[in-house]
């Protein structure tokens, strides 16, 4: 019995040993594993390497911050050191008061944590501030199972190994989930409070610890009671551990909230961020999306974009574009509904009379759908609104349906009646862009960045880029004497074509500097006819930066209106055409990122050096246009400013003239143009000084609307471009136009007939010429040659514009046919004969063109 009870003990020896052999090998091996896992071990836990997600900066040309991007974290690092001390304290109190003493774990917790879970009654969590960190940054916390918990401990006796305990803290206060979509104390403080967790209060400190534990439920933008419960036993066990007195804390608790503001909601971090640019930010961050796609991560990857903007400069043009914006609102809202009211009173009646004269009931119907038309508008504006809480409240679907069906209608006739606007400043010798304004305000429903992405009609302001090619041509100067009377030209279909000038005026003979000037119409098809489409068309497309073939032969129609602006361009593109004429007809490359660097001061990306490189590869082709040309075209477009279209928009050169620190008064130069296409649809102002090209547009979404006969581009757009250069050229000293050291010549000539003046001439203008093309011959309006040369003089000025046969046009007029239901209709009742029989029947045979831009 004694022998088999020893052989008992000794095989439960046995197997007790082998049982203790393979639970050690199982833990060598898993130990092993671990290491294994974990044999970079010291570079993760490096906390100089530790890389969190940060959001990128974007910052102006001087530094100053613009915003920041991120995706679903928002973090700003922030040192232990600049922290206050009861913001610690009350992170301590909450989440780990034995920090300072254990080894990073805590029996006791670990003993309370597993006695809830028995109980099925949450006793609070049992990891201490370290284990919080090893868990966030080394295992899956969504994962509750005990494999994942031996890990979190294992990595947290690595991390107690590895960093000192305040490393630990302030990795834990940088690194932790605190809300939506911010993480960290700093990212939290300004976000919930508004300032930098370097001035948080005791109650706010409060506030942001009970976030580590739950952010959904104690957010205290969302449950502001919950929020206040959590944050009064916060502060209670802080004055139990003996880190705040109780007078300190009921003081700072009750400011907290009694200056609680409850109307805040709690939105994604990111659409709260601050924006000082939002146009230009989200033009960056499309570029970004260009530069970076597929090889970083702007949203987490911390960089910092050196951006070509000055912040000074786009507040100017904020505040500008507003008040340009406010102002055409305005007016149009003026004019359009007197144009309404004039309807109603004269030409509904008139119609009413009519149709109930004729009995055509149709047309009777008119003053039914002024009617209709009034009461959907009341609906859509006023009713709508209300009837759409209605459905949100008592969750009523098919009424919501229909609440947003009128709200789609509201937003389409939204895009045809508000007058938008577009802002864009670049330096003429860099290319940067240096203010952008996309639109009238930067949210969800409106981020078309017109500026870059609009394509709209010039007008006039695209005149310049062709008479460039006309001065090249050496057929045109300065001083070319045209004539300014109705004229038809024929396109290449044989289609007739008859440009018409603001309200019908006419001024007969003109030089060209001054056509340009006055932005007159006949003339400026005179040249476009006089070089030819291709020649018009390829300076264009290359002051314009088209190159592709297709895209040059759809943006430029082989049409007459084409010489009016009938083209699509965006107001980068026109910025660009006249930055060019500044820059001394070297190539202009508009750039917005300078370069981008990583988190440790890394560039990454140095696209204004890229840029640099391939302009020096262009060689000699770098010059778009000669210097001759471009300082030639430059001089043209200084009589818009002082006595065209611009003269107005520059406060009559007022605009342009500052003040030295001696009192002595000077002038920057300034050239440029203004346009206004057919039917008052858009205003134009593009202009440059020997600094900066703005490029400046109002009009509308959507085509088919007006902004009225006040709202033109000398008007509206002229004066916001002139208080907008204004105010960024403050402070800058004078400086002039490069002129070119050969090639150009001055002359002075007589103003109306453009040659050399003799003493008769009433007036004398000195213009700029190429070299060879200055006229030689003398004034012969004037003087001894004057008499002369009149009857000369006459007929060339009847063979330059009357170029119809008059017999042939009026063999091919008819009278419009009249629909079916009117032709066979009884003669009204009237006094005497009202010659209507007499009139030819048939079709009128001449028709104009759908197209006829108007001068500004």
């Not at 003979?509 to 040249?527: E, G, R, W």
């Not at 770098?622 to 477009?637: C, D, E, K, R």
Request: net charge neutral; glycine share 8%.
């Amino acid at each position: 019995m004694a022998g088999s009870s020893g052989l008992t003990s000794f095989i439960f020896v046995r197997v007790f040993a082998a049982l203790v052999i393979i639970t050690a090998v199982v833990i060598g091996i898993g130990l092993g594993l671990s290491l294994a896992a974990t044999s970079n071990i010291q570079n993760l836990e490096n906390f100089t390497e530790f890389a969190p997600a940060l959001p990128t900066k974007i910052v102006d040309v001087n530094g100053i911050l613009i915003t920041e991007f991120s995706a679903d974290e928002k973090r700003e690092l922030v040192s232990l050191s600049v922290l206050p001390r009861h913001l610690i304290n009350a992170v301590l109190a909450r989440e780990d008061p034995d920090f300072y003493n254990h080894k990073g774990f805590s029996i006791r917790g670990i003993a309370r944590a597993a006695f809830g879970q028995l109980i099925r009654h949450p006793l609070g969590g049992g990891s201490t501030i370290t284990q919080q960190v090893a868990g966030t940054l080394y295992t899956n916390r969504a994962e509750k199972t005990l494999s994942r918990k031996i890990r979190e401990l294992w990595w947290a006796f690595q991390m107690e190994r590895r960093y000192t305990k305040n490393e630990i803290l302030e990795i834990y206060l940088n690194y932790m989930y605190m809300g939506p979509g911010v993480f960290g104390v700093e990212a939290a403080s300004k976000y919930f409070f508004g300032h930098s967790a370097r001035d948080i209060t005791l109650a706010e400190a409060a506030i942001l610890v009970i976030q580590l534990s739950n952010p959904s439920r104690y957010n205290p933008l969302d449950n502001p009671n919950v929020a206040m419960d959590r944050q009064q036993a916060v502060l209670n066990k802080m004055i139990e551990l003996g880190y705040a007195a109780r007078e300190e804390a009921d003081a700072s608790f009750n400011e907290y909230w009694n200056n609680y503001d409850y109307t805040r909601a709690s939105t994604s971090a990111y659409y709260n961020r601050e924006d000082a640019a939002p146009w230009f930010s989200e033009y960056v961050r499309r570029e970004l999306d260009g530069m970076m796609y597929g090889t970083r991560d702007y949203y987490r990857d911390g960089y910092t974009v050196q951006t070509t903007l000055d912040l000074n400069f786009q507040q100017a043009a904020v505040k500008y574009m507003q008040e340009g914006l406010v102002k055409a609102n305005k007016e149009y809202a003026s004019s359009a509904g007197t144009r309404l009211v004039q309807a109603e009173r004269v030409y509904v009646p008139i119609v009413d009379l009519l149709s109930l004269y004729f009995n055509l009931d149709t047309i009777h119907a008119a003053s039914d759908s002024q009617n209709e038309s009034k009461a959907v508008s009341r609906y859509t504006k006023v009713i709508n609104p209300v009837v759409d809480m209605t459905s949100l409240l008592f969750g009523l679907q098919e009424l919501k349906d229909i609440t947003n069906a009128a709200f789609a209608e509201q937003k389409k006739s939204a895009e045809q009646n508000v007058v938008e606007g577009a802002l864009i400043a670049i330096e003429n010798e860099t290319g940067h862009i240096k203010a952008l304004i996309g639109g009238s305000k930067y949210d969800e429903s409106n981020q078309l960045i017109r500026a870059v992405q609009a394509r709209v009609m010039p007008g006039s302001s695209f005149k310049p880029l062709y008479y460039s090619a006309a001065i090249d041509s050496r057929k045109f100067t300065a001083s070319t004497l045209i004539y300014d009377l109705p004229m038809v030209f024929h396109n290449e279909d044989g289609t007739p074509y008859i440009p018409l000038n603001f309200k019908g005026e006419w001024k007969g003979s003109v030089l060209l500097y001054d056509a340009l000037a006055q932005s007159m119409n006949v003339p400026s098809l005179k040249i476009l006819d006089s070089i030819g489409f291709d020649a018009a068309i390829n300076r264009a497309a290359s002051l314009l930066g088209i190159t592709d073939p297709g895209v040059k032969r759809r943006t430029f129609p082989r049409v007459y209106p084409m010489g009016l602006g009938i083209i699509s361009v965006s107001p980068l593109q026109m910025a660009r055409a006249f930055a060019i004429f500044g820059n001394q007809g070297r190539e202009v490359t508009p750039i917005a990122i300078r370069s981008v660097e990583d988190r440790n001061g890394r560039v990454v990306l140095d696209t204004e050096r890229e840029v640099r490189l391939q302009q020096r590869r262009l060689g000699g082709d770098i010059q778009v246009i000669s210097p001759q040309n471009a300082y030639v075209m430059t001089s043209l477009l200084r009589k818009t400013v002082e006595m065209g279209t611009l003269q107005y928009g520059s406060g009559y050169g007022a605009k342009f003239t500052f003040v030295d620190e001696k009192g002595n008064k000077y002038r920057i130069p300034a050239a440029g143009k203004t346009g206004t296409t057919q039917n008052w649809a858009d205003a134009w102002a593009v202009g440059f000084t020997p600094y900066y090209t703005t490029a400046i547009w109002f009009g509308f979404d959507k085509p088919g609307n007006s902004l009225g006969l006040s709202l033109t581009g000398a008007t509206l757009a002229g004066p916001v471009w002139g208080d907008f250069m204004r105010e960024i050229h403050q402070g800058l000293p004078r400086r002039d136009f490069v002129r070119p050291s050969t090639g150009i010549v001055d002359v002075t000539v007589c103003s109306k007939s453009g040659l050399l003046p003799t003493a008769a001439c009433p007036g004398t203008v000195t213009l700029s010429f190429l070299a060879g093309t200055a006229p030689a011959g003398v004034c012969n309006l004037h003087g001894e040659n004057a008499l002369a040369n009149t009857a000369l003089s006459l007929e060339t000025l009847r063979l330059d514009t009357i170029r119809l046969n008059d017999n042939e046009m009026l063999d091919g007029l008819t009278m419009p046919q009249l629909p079916p239901e009117l032709q066979n209709l009884p003669s009204p009742p009237a006094a005497g004969n009202s010659g209507r029989d007499a009139l030819p029947s048939g079709n009128f045979g001449l028709e104009l063109p759908s197209y006829n831009p108007l001068l500004d």
